[in-house]
């Protein structure tokens, strides 16, 4: 497994990939277990260091503010992320697993979106105003649109 | 209900149709928005079985039976604000239209290059942008007035910001993100003594005991419906007739003239002015239902009851640890902020949710507040007439248990 400078030296998309994690939420049976399970991925996901939680980083929910930066390496869509919400934190470690460290021939077709839902994470897409979630997504699509260009 | 009937908030609770379908909500977002009794149900739905058309214009019987409802929500209205004539009473879509009625209509007539709006800290985004939007247009100056450290309004700064260029004072009754009350009276009689005009934001002052305008002394007080056990899609601006009858309209179409030609329009006078189009007619008729309710039990009881729970909560919050009430020895209304060390807000809503417990989070469109106090946001809960104390232990409980997750 390829590793990548910093701030994309973290496990998700790499060493932790989308099966992986699908079979932990699909372990955590309940609404209670997934929040305590995003709360525990976040923990795993390092902290963006302070330079980079900047204005240009940011984006913002009406409920937290996240931060993401969008790299490139050898066609591979990088992405790092942190955000003041644990939980927002933990979604974030989802997204970047399904898209960190992927071409997009590997990406054509995903739906991350579909993906939460049949995780079960429904709710945290329409809650998205608050949590930025949506965005996020959108603005890594943006970026693998950008590739073929 | 008779008055000689002793309070009860789980009968109250019986009332609203939506705790049958929701029978485990804890339902604490009340500031966002409240539930509806059966009483303001039944009045849209018997406007729309009985008396179906729009008002105004229409020669027939069922515009007529229309009309006399349309009107007769505002006379009732305005009796329970105890305004001096339905014709002050003003229909919007809620408060945020109403202010930027205000701010539109009087502020472009009347302000000047120079001009001072002055506004609390503690102002909702509603109540701070429509004056942003007509000093940008007139060349006035809009001005805040700092917090104390307690995030109650500095009571000096703003004395010492009263000069006569002072044009219109904003002020909250209650503010939406902390329940602090500002000391009206005082402010707007130190206001009216330099001669500027006072917005009151009457969005939750309203729903908890009420007001009676005559006796308030502002200029312009707005509210919703929504967050009065009413509908949504209606509220009201109030301003006195003199004042009135010297602002312009604001919005343009039909209902609101007089006359029309393509050599010139004159307008109708208040309320019809600033009323252009079909205006929310069975909301109007469902917010006067819903006041109507209110009426029917007694104000100060209910608020006791919405001023207890918050207490009990409040005090049961001293047994968990890194949680802080934001304003905690300020006078409130029932609203209680929390802020939490070392964990976000967000995060305690969603563990929450997940025991049927709905708060809010975030800085509740009052940035400029959250801004003074050095948070990025707060977790609110508001009380409402149907909250029962088992609402408050559940909570208290369900918090407990979301800070041990995520400790």
């Known amino acids: 497994m390829s590793s990548y400078p910093p701030p994309f030296d973290h496990p998700f998309g790499t060493r932790i990939d989308r099966d992986a994690l699908a079979q932990r939420l699909e372990a955590a049976a309940g609404w209670e277990a997934k929040n305590r399970l995003l709360v525990q991925l976040a923990r795993e996901l390092p902290p963006l260091p302070d330079a980079l939680r900047t204005d240009e980083h940011r984006v913002a929910g009406c409920e937290s503010t996240a931060w993401l930066v969008i790299g490139r390496q050898e066609g591979r869509l990088l992405a790092a992320a942190d955000s003041d919400s644990r939980i927002v934190k933990g979604l974030l470690a989802l997204l970047l697993t399904a898209y960190h460290g992927h071409t997009p021939a590997e990406l054509a077709g995903f739906d991350f979106e579909a993906w939460l839902v049949s995780l079960g994470l429904q709710r945290f897409l329409t809650t998205s105003r608050g949590n930025g979630l949506r965005a996020m997504s959108r603005m890594i699509r943006e970026a693998i649109a950008e590739f073929s260009h | ?45 018997r406007f729309y079985e009985t008396a179906n058309a729009n008002i105004h214009r229409a020669a027939h019987r069922l515009g007529s039976a229309a009309t006399d409802a349309f009107e007769g929500a505002r006379t009732r209205i305005a009796a329970h604000l105890n305004a001096a004539h339905p014709d002050e009473v003003l229909f919007t879509r809620g408060t945020t239209e109403a202010i930027n009625l205000a701010a539109h209509s009087w502020g472009r007539a009347h302000l000047r290059p120079g001009d001072v709006i002055l506004l609390s800290t503690l102002e909702h985004h509603a109540n701070i942008v429509p004056w942003q939007l007509v000093a940008q247009a007139t060349g006035a100056i809009v ?9 109650t309004i500095d009571q000096r700064a703003f004395l010492s910001l009263l000069t006569p260029a002072i044009r219109l004072v904003g002020l909250t009754q209650c503010s939406n993100a902390t329940g602090v009350l500002p000391p009206l009276a005082p402010m707007i009689a130190a206001a009216k003594a330099v001669g500027a005009l006072v917005m009151i934001d009457g969005a939750q002052g309203i729903a908890h005991g009420g007001v009676d305008l005559q006796a308030l002394g ?21 301003a006195r007739r003199e004042l009135l009858a010297k602002m312009p309209p604001w919005q343009a179409g039909g209902e609101m003239i007089d006359r029309v030609s393509f050599d010139g329009t004159t307008f109708a006078e208040p309320p019809f002015r600033f009323e252009a189009g079909t205006p929310p007619i069975a909301q ?23 001023l207890a729970l918050r207490e009990r909560f409040e005090a049961g919050l001293v047994q968990l640890d890194c949680i802080r009430v934001l304003s905690a020895s300020a006078p409130r209304g029932p609203i209680t902020a929390l802020a939490f060390d070392g964990l976000h807000p967000y995060d305690v809503a969603q563990f929450l949710d997940g025991y049927g417990v709905a708060v809010r989070v975030g800085q509740h ?6 801004q003074a106090l050095g948070l990025n946001g707060s977790l609110r809960a508001s009380f409402a007439a149907y909250n029962t104390e088992a609402d408050v232990d559940a909570t208290l409980a369900a918090l407990a248990t979301t800070l041990e997750q995520l400790a």
């Open chain 2, 1 to 45: 209900m008779p008055m000689n009937v002793p309070f009860s908030a789980a009968r109250i609770r019986d009332e609203f149709p939506v705790f049958r379908h929701h029978p485990d909500l804890i339902y604490l977002d009340n500031a966002a928005t409240t539930q509806k009794p059966l009483a303001v149900l039944d009045a849209e739905r």
């Open chain 2, 143 to 151: 001005k805040p007035i700092p917090l104390d450290a307690d995030g």
């Open chain 2, 218 to 238: 502002a200029d312009f007080y707005a509210f919703s419906g929504h967050k009065l056990y009413g509908p949504t899609g209606v509220g009201v601006l109030w």
């Open chain 2, 284 to 306: 109007a008729v469902g917010l006067a239902a819903a006041m109507d309710w209110l009426a029917g039990h007694d104000r100060d009881t209910l608020l006791r009851h919405e």
């Open chain 2, 365 to 370: 469109c009052a940035g400029p507040l959250h």
